[in-house]
């Protein structure tokens, strides 16, 4: 703010429209192919990390690991659409799900992939994201799970050659990056067979599966299984 205001003095520059400039950064590139508001000049690539990892504390504080009911609430998507993977043949090839920002960054954490806490031995994950200062080496980046448009999708495939067992696998893809999933990837490209993969939900589904126990909704029909998928 202080070096905005030394440019045009007279203007009363707050936090509040420093962040929005950096916000129409990637919304007006969106929009219309560019934007001089992501100009180097104006911002400087310590800015942009800066703002980066602002965006990965809003995140991770309000929908990623260091809220509990993260996990509960991305669970009943990946339980339903693993579910339709795992079961009888489907009448579909491919099955699509829109939702708004907020939501996948729960089905990441009810997945356990962009886990700081991982290989750092600490079971606190607010340690991870420190509120003074940047931890360079996270592995939760709004820029890989949030980028502006967001895709996430569970695959199934056959295999019969390559040195692995004849017979179906499953992946995790974020934004087209295959993802490990955590002690489930014992198939090509990262991929999980279908024995470790249902052992894999079940297990996902023992920590976060408990929606109505955990949310408490105020009304009384609550389920903790997602249906769309089935309903006609």
Known sequence: MERFHNLAPGF??????????????????VIRGSSPFCN????????????EYTNDIQYFYNAGYANPISGVLGFPWVNASAGLLLGDEANQD???SFTHRELPPTVIVALGLFN???YSGTNNPNATMPLNTQNYG???KSS???PFLTNIAV??????????DAGDYFRVLVNQSPQQLPGCDNGPGVSCSRDRFQDFISSRGELFGSFTEKCQPEYNNSTDVMTIYNDA
């Open 12 to 29: 009363n520059f707050t936090a509040n429209d420093i962040v929005g400039m950096q916000e129409l950064c990637g919304y007006e590139t």
């Open 40 to 51: 180097l000049e104006l911002f400087s690539p310590n800015d942009w990390l800066d703002f």
């Open 94 to 96: 491919i099955f699509v």
């Open 116 to 118: 700081n806490s991982q």
């Open 138 to 140: 996270r592995a939760w």
């Open 144 to 146: 890989a799970i949030l």
């Open 155 to 164: 695959e199934k495939m056959s295999c019969d050659s390559y040195g692995y």
